[in-house]
């Protein structure tokens, strides 16, 4: 029977991959086993079997679409410019249709509804905190393991950004921000969001975070769920609708809205042509001038490439320039970026295709002779931080960018860092 | 007991596919033609290979290895149901500085190899457009070319020894790490053969010392004459570039839409040069390219600035095959080499066919080596398309024969280019291949239906052999 | 079924026997390949062994032979096919290595064969699988054998390659056929691919062969004899006059190759490049030598006493000592091969298909082939 549903891998997604092969070096999962099913290729040409009625859309079917990572590196070398993310989300679309199960009713709860939730996530980041402080790592299931081990620190009381206005530093003029306060970013990685609003600030933006947002719904959309999606997606739209610019510091989060158009129409497909990265937007303040080169070295960090800043996003050169503006030397770790596994729920849902990606991100980050990565998203934070160990650092970008700036305000007499910041 | 569990027992379970789904991906490489990959197996060790092939014999299963799967004539796809035996699990490498080789698995990716000596100074010199992904057993395979082949030679000449499973599961080494081993020569027929003779495990190769200075040089023309005769020029002032790459117009475009590389979309053709060696060679060489471009009306000569760009134009030659999708959803791809002397007459009856036949064809091609790679983009489900496709390919092929060409360069003959051999070799050429063929595999257990036309063996071995004659 | 002396006396082509070759009862030159197939034909239906001769050169190779017949590539000579422009050449099995280089280097090419090679003809080089000391540069001479025409042992003219510098039509028979002692097939024609000559020449005097190797950029060649080294230049000449300072020693312009090495008995001694220091060191005192540094192939003139030792070692690095020339009774003490290779039952079963009544310089390859 095909395909069922209208977001299905469409013939021209299909047909525009000629078998030419130079997708499976990229692919992180062609890599680890060496197989074609487990490659863009091999995962095209059975979605085109299964929509050319060859080949019926079954349980293996299920495995082998869900043992893609999503990362998206196959589209950068992809000389017929298939768009392979694209085609996996239908493909996933159409398994949750075709396949349903009590497990993905359970996830679609989770990705689809729950994490929408500031109440429900703060309840989660309680639990959370207290398995993190009272359960040792040995007595985790596999599946959590690494996830609860990378965890920063989590607050007692966790926060919401959400509704909050942070006037500009002067000289103001750069417009107003509209920050993505995200579902996991929010409660979890409050030093990021203090620092993607402090520098944006400084680079003379009006910063808001607002009201009526809820998660960008890139973990429903990777795992198949259309309505809770959609349904996101719609209530971002409507939170959103005044921004001119809207930023997010989370990868994941910033190329899922820039895919928006694939969900919410037409206001999907305006919204996402105001989203940028944070790093987008501080490496352009830098560069024309409103942020400062920072002279003090500070040493060397490891660059971790986010799949979805650099595959998906195409961003590439502007976390170097802003740790580089920061006074760190940026020491690569892999020429082709290849996935360190965290992937979204992958972690959860493959933990052995990700444990043994994420040890091999992190032998590259020790092979780097550094012990601070920067890494501009929260999973693959979480999955370095996981597997690396606590003598290593892991941190956003602008994290370190705006730590530096702050240790040279406090070198600078007349300099207050304070804002007039109304949380 | 059944094949499958057999193996089982060999592999582990994860190590043999049979679901169909999973089949199903193995059932055709880069090129056109589909068969039916009845089981995977992937091996790990050379004594598996061994075993394996012991097994296929007891079932009469055929075998066919696979590499990466980037081939471009069929050469990968089993025509009949049997076992696929897939070696990319077998990618080790052990580098020997001191002679300049390594020992690598048949599932090393081409351009890993590479990167890998590239601190010590050294590349693996053949390097087909599909480096990124294919794997030298592929190349070693398929005699695999690539740009840098004119002044460096093809595979072949950069595979010492290879150590490889027979038909009857044994372990040979063939060739060794010294020079001119003694005795027949069957490492050289073996590379080359692909996977008709027997299943390489191993293979000693040749690292090429990195060129010390480096120049790429983008030159333009108004016309494809111009550019040919820019090659012919070159050549007979006694420069051999290390690489000597033309594209038409039409292929100029796909590509720069892909990766903007800064050809000149509006020149009839483009060349690339590149020279390498010393600095005082390179510049005199590069030099020579320049002038003779200029005596042959080139519109744009432009040198590489840094690295970077020369990347991205190189970058740009070997994503063609692929940027060629946007052109139309199907392509068919022919690889004949001419005599570099027969280029612009071979071009323009190319282009005669195309026109004739309402097909859009594009070139990219070794223009060094004479080696056309003239590729029709059409949509195979327009009317009878698929089929006029087909019959201008075989006069394009007869056009190159014609002049004194041949059936491949680099991409095999497989399964697509199998029954144009007969267009090049008489009954008694092809009847001494199967000889050749015979001599290792004479079930045809490996690849079957590969290279040679049915019927080629079409000669009785002649007199029998008088006793004691034979030692 | 006529005779064996009846056959014998028709064989096409009769000539007088050639001075050098082992005695045989019929010595022919056959001028077409038509006349070789009746020769090879014949030969097979009666069993008769037969020895080619090319321009007697590279005959100490491999085990000796007691033929009936002689069959020489005299008469196989002519020019066949030049595209300088290609840079291919197409000629007949019995042209003279001199001749072909010498009209090559009036178009400012070479085909890269040996560099001193006397009598040798074009076929007898391919058929032997001889390189010359260029191999360093330009790859062993079977690297440049495009197409090949062979008259198989049981009388078939069969062809395999091409005329073109790229070719994988096939099976590669340019390669299985070079380096076969003719034990496949009579070679009776091959096209060659070409290189330019470079534009300048030097040969340089090193004192230090493998200082020398280390610093030159692929050089042509470098040739250590007697504990001092050649190196062999070519290229632009402000690139040979960069490469000669650099090298350092006194610079010869041209290219100046190492004579006939001395004695009645010579081996090829083949290691991997990394060995020739060892190997070099094993035989300096006591022979002659000369050793293409990169390579890994030593000439020495000398032992004709035991060579088990030095073979051994040359074997257990995966090389090879080859009895190249000497008296007959060394022949019968020694294998000129030394041990056979490893898939020699594969080696075997080609011949047989080419070869099937094994007429054809029967016992010359390795392992008695």
């Known amino acids: 029977m095909a395909w069922v549903t209208p977001e299905a891998p469409t013939r021209s997604e299909l047909s525009a991959c000629i078998q030419c092969g130079l997708c499976l070096p990229q692919c992180p999962t062609f890599r680890l086993t060496g197989m074609e099913s487990a490659s ?8 085109s079997a299964v929509a050319g009625g060859q080949a019926e859309l079954n349980d293996v079917f299920d495995d082998l679409m869900s043992f893609c990572l999503q990362c998206r590196a196959c589209e950068v070398v992809c000389p017929s410019m298939v768009p392979f993310g694209r085609a996996m989300e239908g493909a996933r679309i159409e398994i949750a249709a075709q396949l349903p199960s009590p497990l993905r009713r359970l996830r679609r709860l989770i990705t689809g509804r729950w994490i929408g939730s500031v109440r429900v996530m703060r309840s989660v980041t309680r639990i959370a905190r207290m398995v993190q402080r009272n359960v040792p790592a040995r007595w985790l299931p596999r599946q959590i393991k690494t996830s609860i081990g990378g965890l920063r620190p989590l607050p007692k009381k966790p926060l919401s950004t959400i509704g909050s206005t942070f006037a500009p530093v002067e000289p103001a003029g750069a417009g107003v921000a509209a920050v993505l306060a995200g579902c996991v970013m929010d409660p979890w990685f409050a030093e990021v969001h203090e620092a993607t609003v402090q520098v944006l600030r400084r680079s003379g933006y009006r910063v808001v975070v607002p009201d009526g947002q809820t998660c960008c719904g890139a973990l429903a959309a990777h795992d198949g769920d259309v309505l809770g999606t959609r349904r996101l997606a719609r209530q971002n739209v409507k939170a959103f609708v005044s921004a001119d610019l809207i930023v997010t510091d989370a990868a994941g989060c910033g190329a899922h809205l820039k895919e928006y158009g694939n969900w919410a129409g037409d206001a999907g497909v305006i919204l996402a042509s105001k989203v940028k990265d944070v790093t987008e937007i501080v490496a352009e303040a830098i560069a024309d001038g409103r ?7 500070r040493g060397k960090v490891a660059i971790q490439d986010p799949c979805h800043l650099r595959h998906a996003q195409r961003i590439v050169e502007e976390p170097r320039q802003i740790v580089a503006a920061a006074g ?5 770790i892999d020429e082709d970026g290849m996935c360190c596994g965290a992937a979204g729920m992958y972690s959860v849902l493959q933990p052995a295709a990700s444990d043994e990606l994420g040890r091999k991100k992190a032998d590259q980050v020790r092979a780097s002779g550094s012990t601070l990565v920067a890494s501009a998203n929260p999973g693959c934070e979480i999955q370095l931080r996981g597997h690396l160990g606590g003598a290593y650092r892991v941190a956003h970008p602008v994290e370190l960018y705006w730590e530096a700036l702050q240790a040279a305000d406090a070198d600078t007499v007349g300099w207050s860092s304070a804002g007039e910041g109304n949380r | 007991m059944t094949l499958t569990a057999e193996l089982r027992d060999i592999l582990g379970h994860d190590r043999v596919l049979s679901e169909p789904l999973e089949r199903w991906v193995y059932g055709i490489d880069s090129g056109v033609v589909r068969g039916d990959a009845e089981l995977v197996a992937f091996p790990e060790t050379t004594a598996e290979v061994a075993s394996i092939v012991g097994l296929a014999r007891h079932y009469r299963t055929p075998i066919v290895a696979r590499g990466a799967g980037t081939g471009l004539a069929g050469g990968a796809v089993p025509t009949q149901p049997g076992l696929v035996v897939v070696l990319t699990k077998m990618n080790s490498v052990e580098i020997d500085e001191e002679n300049a080789t390594a020992w690598v698995g048949p599932g090393v990716i081409n351009l890993d190899l590479s990167k890998q000596t590239e601190p010590l100074g050294y590349h693996f010199a053949p390097d087909p457009s599909s480096q990124s992904a294919c794997t030298i057993g592929g190349n070693i395979a398929n005699n695999s070319g690539g740009p840098h082949c004119l002044a460096e030679g093809s595979t072949v000449s950069h595979v010492l020894a290879l150590e490889m499973v027979t038909a009857d599961g044994d372990v040979v080494m063939l060739g060794g790490p010294a020079p001119d081993p003694v005795g027949l020569d069957l490492r050289g ?15 000693l190769v040749r690292l090429t010392p990195n060129p010390p200075d480096v120049r790429t040089l983008l030159t333009a023309f108004a016309s494809v004459e111009d550019a040919a005769a820019t090659v012919s020029g070159i050549i007979a002032r006694g420069v051999v570039p290390a690489a000597l790459e033309m594209m038409d117009q039409r292929m100029t475009q796909a590509v720069e839409r892909f990766v903007s590389a800064g050809f000149p979309t509006d020149a009839a053709a ?72 027969k280029l612009v007459e071979t071009m323009t009856r190319v282009y005669e066919i195309a026109d004739r036949y309402g097909i859009m064809m594009l070139n990219v091609f070794h223009a060094g080596d004479g080696n056309l790679h003239p590729l029709m983009a059409f949509d195979s489900e327009e009317e009878g398309m698929l089929d006029r496709v087909k019959e201008a390919a075989r006069e394009l092929v007869e056009i190159c024969v014609d002049v004194g060409g041949s059936l491949s360069g680099e991409h095999g003959i497989g399964i697509e280019k199998r029954d144009l ?45 008088l006793e004691g004659m034979w030692v | 079924m006529t005779s064996v002396r009846s056959a014998l006396d028709g064989l096409p082509g009769q000539v007088d026997p050639i001075d050098g070759a082992p005695d045989a009862d019929a010595t022919v030159a056959p001028s077409s390949f038509e006349e070789i197939e009746a020769v090879l034909d014949a030969a097979s239906e009666h069993h008769l062994r037969t020895l080619i001769w090319g321009g007697g050169s590279h005959q100490g190779y491999g085990g000796r032979l007691d033929p009936v017949v002689v069959l020489s590539t005299a008469n196989l000579n002519r020019f066949v096919d030049f595209q300088p422009e290609d840079l291919t050449v197409t000629v007949e099995a019995g042209v003279l290595v001199e001749d072909l280089e010498a009209h090559l280097e009036q178009h400012g090419l070479t085909a890269a064969l040996p560099e001193t090679p006397g009598t040798a003809t074009v076929g007898g080089v391919v058929a032997a699988g001889i390189s010359g000391w260029r191999r360093a540069r330009y790859g062993p001479t079977r690297e440049r054998l495009l197409e ?8 078939r003219k069969v062809r395999g390659g091409g005329r073109v510098v790229k070719n994988v039509t096939g099976f590669d028979l340019p390669r299985l056929a070079t380096g076969s002692f003719g034990s496949l097939g009579l070679i009776g024609q091959v096209c060659l691919k070409l290189w330019p000559l470079p534009p300048a020449k030097a040969t340089v005097m090193a004192s230090d062969g493998d200082a020398a190797l280390a610093t030159a950029f692929r050089p042509q060649a470098v040739v250590e004899m007697g504990g001092s080294a050649r190196v062999f230049l070519g290229g632009t000449p402000e690139e040979v006059e960069g490469q000669a300072s650099a090298i350092g020693g006194e610079v010869v312009d041209g290219w100046n190759w190492p004579g006939e090495l001395a004695g009645e008995v010579q081996w090829s001694l083949r290691v991997p490049p990394s060995k020739v220091r060892t190997a070099i060191n094993e035989v300096n005192a006591k022979y002659e030598y000369q050793a293409a540094l990169g390579v890994g192939e030593i000439l020495i003139g000398g032992p004709d006493g035991d060579v088990q030792a030095l073979r051994t070692w040359a074997e257990s690095v995966g090389g090879a000592l080859v009895l190249v020339a000497g008296p007959a009774e060394l022949y019968e003490r020694i294998d000129p091969w030394g041990t056979p290779p490893p898939a020699l039952s594969l080696q075997k079963r080609i011949v047989q298909r080419f070869d099937p009544v094994r007429i054809l310089n029967p016992g010359r390859l390795p392992g008695g082939l």
């Open chain 2, 421 to 465: 051999m007969k267009l090049v070799f008489n009954e008694a050429d092809l009847d001494a291949q199967a000889r050749v063929r015979e001599s290792f595999d004479p079930d045809e257990m490996f690849n079957p239906d590969k290279i040679l036309p049915a019927g080629s063996r079409c000669f009785d071995l002649g007199r029998p052999p």
């Open chain 1, 40 to 47: 863009p290729r091999g995962r095209l040409m059975v979605m």
């Open chain 1, 328 to 332: 760190y030397e940026p020491v690569e």
């Open chain 2, 270 to 341: 483009v060349l690339l040069a590149e020279v390498t060696g010393l600095s005082a060679a390179v510049e005199a060489e590069a030099a020579i390219v320049e002038e003779v471009a200029g005596q042959n009306n080139a519109t744009t000569i432009r040198v590489a600035a840094d690295e970077a760009e020369r990347a991205r134009l190189w970058l740009g030659r070997k994503s063609a095959f692929g940027a060629v999708a946007q052109a139309a959803p199907d392509y068919y791809l022919h690889d004949t080499v001419v005599p570099r002397t």
């Open chain 1, 291 to 297: 942020l400062p080169h920072l002279e003090v070295p």
């Open chain 2, 189 to 203: 027929v073996v590379v080359g053969s692909e996977g008709t003779l027997g299943i390489i495990t191993k293979a």
């Open chain 3, 148 to 155: 090949v025409t062979l008259i198989t042992g049981d009388g």
